[in-house]
């Protein structure tokens, strides 16, 4: 009898909440408590603060800590049609030894390649700490089926993902379907498991800053482990203000909830400099906890090898040319 | 003089029983925080750029003068208290002379030249602006203690497109009024502060050259420096001799000059005080009067405003110019139910600003300008303190010489605290709260000034009622301490009247006849 009462409650209560995910929407008082106050952002005013904070200059001895940093917090990325197992060797064994004749240089922090290839990545990775990152649920649009994601999901755990980085649907998000969004998140995070799920928002397709910020809060309380800019196949992919308002609901979010979530920009970040600039607004922003692979990754390919030219440089006072350093 | 730790207010015993700051964000967390080697490098601008004469005389007539006087003063750089250069103490006798050269130049060549030919030094002097910009920016960082970032991206910037504007309107005077025909006045005798001295400048020279006056301008005491570099422009740009003249000195020669009795038009940006004194000093002598006083300016956020950028505007709203701006937003007015975060946020963000060497890029709040603007913002500080008010300051360290405050926040402050009602002129910030729209209005509107106010807000209708409501000169939305020279920019009330910038700054500085 009282399994009943348990279960009619249950179900009362899931209803609910489901409830207010549909009514929410995205402002204050939709979800209330549970997702706190939204908020919205100013186009000019962060657009201004990001110009502002990339004028910091950083001190020579941050600046090699920075960039030895900035190579393990990158996600090495290929994410071709023209992808084979012989350019994901090559890749991996980048990742590994970004600099054969360097010791001293880190291995990057995962390779992120699409779920058919995973077990390739992963055997080349094998024994080497650097993790698989695989992209999933319909990679880059996200438009196919629920059931389809899912499996997509579970397959490329099964292969030996360690991460999986899942798309929204910016479809169902723009036409104001947050509820749908939601629940889509929630089930990929379920069949994940212990895996890390970074979610991709592919904020060059969402149009404004609020929308970003509405967003990020939204698959946080989902449950992303970390959430993502873009997949790299829209224009414009990671830019510094849209990673600043994604750091500031990161921020809120962990304030009102106790949970940190992590943050990665994606595409489009190519030199050094850029990549320092990213450093000091996530330093400005959240603090020395969030300067840590765990808590920030860069989406990247051609950043590497700026880096390791950037430290070379540092370190021998001049610069070595482009063929002093391995493609892949 | 004292050394600045004594004048920083963090010093005193009792600023720790009132609650002091932390040395990073409460949101950054304690505790699991890594140590991490992260520096920002010191990245000074050069002050090679910078050939600083050991003295300089008064630039009257085309040519630097010795004053008639005889005597000099010293300006120092207030980040270090290390003198900079001795510049002339111009006497009366000196007044006397550079009215008579600016009347002469007004008279023989000025007032007659056509609006293009003006116009073409007007051009020529923003072009040379802009080529030795940096140079300008480090003198005047140098001259008052403000942050590098700030000369170098606002005040230079700004003053030559001053220039630029004003240089365009000197050949379509006969378009700017329709129906009208612009006379010149003849002399401006024109009095600036020491918080933006060239930008004040351009502000006062760029209209009345272009409408064809010529003019006496008396910088601060304490920040004669770029105005002197300037007269080196007017030489570069071949500017009739006479046409602007720079007289040097204290405020009573500043007063002398407005009541000349061959002056034609006086401009005053400064003090209220002193403003309502050259208002008395000239009452009824027929002279053209512009006056751009005081300010005590309310930011008003609302619940739905983006908290984020607020924050950012808040900041940059009471610690430009280390809040020595007239129209600073130091009352903040913040709606009751978003108090709490939005003071949090702020707390956090205060503790993220960057106070010291003022030619660092890195810096975001610089030196106060002289010791006794440090002295009478400690003093207001000490009295919100006595008024009950909560004191927050970050726990900042402040370099051990010069003129320094840490950026102040004061929080349960009372409509009717001395901290709420003055103008402090100083990094300090009053945090007071409101319910509704009207309330803020009431409270907005309840002082004796009138320079400037801000709203934070994602409404537009509500923008467009507060603005229609406020009695200030400039309202800013979602944003502030905005400036442009098309703009024209003036108070209410005790804040002055007259405007300037724009084609009002130019009516300021024309006689209207009728065609």
């Keep these: ?328 | 003089m004292t050394t600045s730790r004594d004048h920083t207010v963090t010093k005193r015993p009792a600023s720790d029983a009132v609650g002091r700051g932390t040395a990073s964000p409460s949101s950054w967390g304690f505790g699991d925080g890594q140590a991490i080697p992260w520096e920002y490098a010191p990245a000074p601008e050069s002050r090679e750029i910078v050939k600083l004469q050991s003295r300089y005389g008064l630039f009257v007539g085309g040519k630097e003068i010795a004053p008639r006087s005889g005597q000099w003063f010293t300006t120092l750089d207030p980040a270090t208290e290390e003198p900079l250069a001795e510049v002339a103490r111009a006497g009366v006798e000196d007044v006397e002379n550079a009215v008579a050269v600016a009347r002469r130049a007004f008279r023989r060549s000025w007032g007659e030249l056509p609006g293009r030919e003006r116009a073409k030094y007007l051009f020529r002097i923003a072009r040379i602006l802009q080529e030795r910009s940096r140079e300008f920016a480090v003198l005047e960082t140098l001259d008052t203690g403000k942050p590098i970032k700030e000369s170098r991206d606002v005040d230079i910037p700004l003053v030559a497109a001053h220039f630029w504007y004003y240089a365009g309107w000197a050949d379509k005077l006969d378009y700017a009024f329709p129906g009208r025909t612009a006379q010149p006045l003849g002399v401006a005798a024109q009095v600036i502060p020491w918080n933006f001295p060239l930008l004040m400048l351009a502000w006062k020279i760029a209209p009345a050259l272009a409408a064809g006056n010529t003019v006496v301008l008396k910088p601060a005491s304490s920040t004669p420096l770029s105005a002197l570099l300037f007269a080196d422009v007017c030489r570069q740009a071949d500017l009739p001799p006479g046409v602007v003249n720079i007289v040097t000195g204290p405020g009573e020669i500043g007063l002398a000059l407005v009541k000349h009795p061959d002056v034609d038009k006086v401009a005053f940006t400064g003090s209220t005080a002193v403003g309502k004194q050259i208002g008395r000093a000239i009452a009824g002598s027929g002279k053209a009067l512009t006056l751009e006083l005081g300010g005590k300016a309310a930011n008003i956020v609302f619940d739905d405003a983006p908290l984020d950028q607020a924050i950012e505007g808040i900041v940059n709203g009471i610690f430009f110019n280390q809040g020595e701006v007239c129209c600073a937003g130091s009352r903040l007015l913040v709606q009751e139910s978003i108090a709490e975060p939005l003071v949090e946020k702020l707390k956090d963000r205060l503790a993220t600003l960057r106070v010291g060497d003022p030619l660092d890029k890195n810096t975001d709040v610089g030196a106060i300008n002289n010791a006794a603007q440090l002295a009478k913002i400690e003093e207001l500080i000490e009295a919100g303190v006595a008024e009950g008010a909560e004191l927050y300051q970050p726990a900042c360290d402040l370099p051990e010489r010069g003129y320094w405050v840490r950026p102040t926040l004061f929080t349960n402050v009372a409509q009717s605290h001395r901290i709420a009602q003055e103008e402090i002129f100083g990094p300090v910030l009053s945090v007071l709260t409101f319910r509704t729209p009207d309330e803020a209005v009431e409270k907005a509107n309840n002082t004796p000034y009138g320079l400037s106010a801000g709203v934070w807000t994602e409404k537009g209708s509500r923008i467009l009622k507060m603005v229609k409501e406020l009695r200030a000169g400039v309202v800013w939305a979602n944003t502030f301490n905005r400036f442009d020279p098309t703009s024209p920019f003036g108070g209410y009330k005790e804040s002055g009247f007259g405007r300037e910038g724009g084609l009002h700054g130019l009516l300021a500085y024309v006689r209207l006849e009728d065609r």
């Design chain 1, 1 to 328: 009898m009282s399994t009943t009462v348990d279960r009619i409650a249950r179900e009362r209560a899931e209803s609910e909440a489901h409830e207010l995910v549909r009514a929410w929407d995205g402002r204050a008082a939709g979800l209330g408590g549970f997702l706190g106050r939204i908020g919205n952002v100013d186009q000019v005013g962060v657009e201004e603060r990001a110009a502002g904070l990339a004028k910091r200059s950083i001190k020579r001895e941050s600046k090699l800590w920075a960039l030895d940093l900035a190579i393990r917090m990158i996600d090495l990325t290929t994410l071709e049609g023209k992808d084979t197992r012989g350019k994901i060797h090559a890749l991996c064994q980048k990742a590994k030894r970004p600099d054969p004749g360097d010791p001293t240089i880190p291995s990057v922090a995962a390779v992120c390649v699409y779920p058919a290839l995973v077990a390739d990545a992963k055997a080349a990775l094998a024994g080497s700490g650097v993790k698989v990152a695989s992209v999933a649920t319909g990679f880059p649009s996200g438009q196919t089926f629920l059931e389809i994601k899912l499996a997509e999901t579970s397959r490329a755990i099964e292969a030996g993902a360690d991460e999986v980085d899942m798309v929204i649907d910016r479809g169902a998000f723009l036409s104001g379907d947050y509820a749908a969004v939601f629940d889509e998140i929630v089930a990929v995070k379920a069949s994940c498991g212990q895996t890390h799920l970074k979610v991709i928002l592919e904020t060059g397709e969402l149009g404004t800053y609020d929308n970003v910020r509405r967003a990020s809060i939204l698959a946080m309380a989902a449950g992303a482990d970390f959430i993502k800019t873009s997949t790299g196949k829209v224009t414009p992919a990671a830019t510094l203000p849209v990673t600043l308002v994604m750091l500031e609901a990161i921020r809120d979010f962990e304030r009102r909830t106790g949970r940190a979530v992590g943050m990665k920009p994606a595409g489009g970040i190519r030199t050094s400099k850029e990549a320092i600039a990213y450093l000091v607004v996530l330093y400005e922003t959240l603090g020395p906890r969030w300067m840590t692979p765990d808590r920030f990754r860069f989406g990247a390919s051609s950043l590497l090898n700026d880096v390791l030219m950037q430290i070379r440089k540092e370190r021998d006072g001049r610069y070595s040319g482009v063929d002093y350093f391995t493609l892949d």
